[in-house]
């Protein structure tokens, strides 16, 4: 195998290993010794290449191209030498040109531009002879082509980066502050007044959002205290007299009690879904998260409106427990009743609340002006996590809790800060009961059944 030394050759290895090209320097029949070797089309930069026979698989000679064929190449590829000072150019370096015999590569001549028949720009670099070809037909004509590095950047990329780039060193030499102090200083004085402000976050509008305010709800003795729509309309508050009153008339009308308990618990139900997840929650194939709701009730209209809510919630496949330890009250009787056919539980003790649950329903306080309060459940309530949502809560709020929403029908009163975010329901009521009771009144619900009122600046 001694014949072989000297020449180029391409060896195909086993898959893991890739494909060699190089001078064979040493030839047996258990190995091969390549020099100036490329792998993949990549040099190997670790000296001559080893190669066992075993892992060969297939061997290639190639040609090396004749003198006249390394003039007449179309695509050339050199070695650029960085411009120093003292050239008006820069000029290539051939990483594989024939070296003088003290062993310094020989450099050849600057890059030139050589007119062509075709193109006046095209260029004429030197050929490399040392790196692997491949050569084809294209268009007709031949070509010549080097490695993938060699191509894009004119040599080959043996060197590797040593050490990383210092990010917070060079960050550091920016004055950030500095700048924006400069940029600052040549804006008008209205926008940096504006942009001082107030920062706004990425989910906040930059201009002011002020709804044009209209009233269309006028009430006798009107409070104080009015709340605001997001649609802008002011809704007034009115007295606790003002309120029994209209509910009166409402009774007369034949909008009984019963009528407006079913209302009210529907619009209790439909804010207590949103608060456990709405449809990502209440799934048919999520069954394994079924929420719980604990409902707190009194033996008064609110507690039979709280237990209306239980049953509606029940209907959409929520977990319900009322609490509820005046079972006998006549206030609540006809829907404790309901409830039970839904075979949820009903208990009677604070030691037979859950640990935890998803949301509270309160319904403990009736319309007075001192509501009283249980220790115990208020205890309870407060290791809890669940959010709570207040039915028709008194104006000073649920004594011990601190309520998420409350929920309030038809108008509202003067309430305190401790009831939290206040919804109004609509209970359906008729202009002509509004107009007995010397309201001049027309609906802010517009297509929903529950609307969230904001205090008024």
């Known amino acids: 195998m001694a014949q072989w030394v000297g020449k180029m050759v391409s060896i195909k290895c086993t898959d893991d290993l890739g494909i060699y090209q190089g001078e064979i320097s040493d030839a047996t029949s258990t190995k091969i010794t390549l020099q100036k070797a490329f792998c993949d089309g990549f040099p190997c930069a670790d000296g001559p290449v080893q190669i066992r026979a075993v892992d060969i698989v297939d061997i290639k000679f190639i040609e090396k191209p004749a003198k006249d064929e390394q003039e007449n190449s179309i695509v050339t590829i050199a070695k650029p030498v960085p411009k120093r000072a003292g050239r008006s150019h820069s000029t290539s370096e051939a990483s594989g040109s024939k070296q003088s015999q003290n062993g310094v590569p020989s450099r050849s001549k600057p890059i030139e531009i050589e007119p062509n028949k075709k193109s006046e720009d095209s260029l004429n670099f030197s050929y490399n002879k040392n790196t ?16 993938k590095d060699e191509e894009c950047f004119g040599a080959p990329l043996d060197h590797k980066i040593k050490g990383e780039f210092d990010f917070e060193k060079n960050l550091a030499l920016f004055d950030k502050q500095a700048i924006w102090e400069k940029l600052n200083s040549s804006r008008p004085d209205a926008v940096r007044n504006v942009e001082n402000r107030k920062n706004y976050r990425h989910d906040e509008n930059v201009l002011p959002n002020h709804p044009t305010s209209i009233r269309q709800i006028i009430v006798p003795l009107a409070e104080i205290q009015e709340y605001v729509t997001d649609d802008g309309l002011i809704i007034p508050c009115i007295s606790r007299n003002l309120r029994r009153k209209l ?3 409402a009774e007369k009308a034949g909008l009984t009690w019963d009528k407006r308990v079913e209302l009210f618990g529907t619009a209790a139900a439909e804010i207590a879904i949103q608060l456990l997840g709405g449809g990502h929650r209440l799934n048919p194939n999520n069954k394994h998260q079924i ?12 507690g039979a409106a709280g237990i209306n809510a239980a049953r509606q919630l029940a209907s959409h496949g929520v977990r319900t427990i009322v609490f ?25 003790s604070v030691p037979e609340l859950p640990a935890t649950t998803d949301l509270i329903i ?14 115990l459940l208020v205890e309870w309530a407060d290791k809890n996590t669940a959010p709570v949502l207040v039915l028709d809560p008194p104006p000073s ?12 029908p038809v108008l509202p009163l003067s309430y305190s800060s401790d009831n939290g975010k206040l919804y109004l329901a609509n209970l359906g009521f008729p202009v002509d009961i509004f107009k007995e009771a010397g309201i001049k009144y027309r609906s802010p619900f517009g297509a929903k059944n529950t609307i969230p009122l904001h205090p008024s600046e």
């Open 132 to 147: 692997p070809i491949r050569k084809g037909v294209k268009g007709g004509k031949q070509w010549v082509k080097g490695s």
């Open 247 to 249: 509910f009166d008339f």
């Open 362 to 375: 309160c319904a403990l306080s009736d319309d007075s002006d001192s509501p009283k309060s249980n220790s």
């Open 324 to 348: 509820c330890p005046f079972l006998e009250a006549v206030a609540i009787k006809k829907e404790l009743s309901l409830y039970m056919l839904t075979r949820n539980r009903t208990i009677s």
């Open 397 to 408: 709020g649920t004594p011990g809790l601190s309520a998420k929403i409350s929920l309030v």
């Open 291 to 302: 929420p719980t709701v604990v409902v707190l009730c009194g033996p008064h209209k609110q």
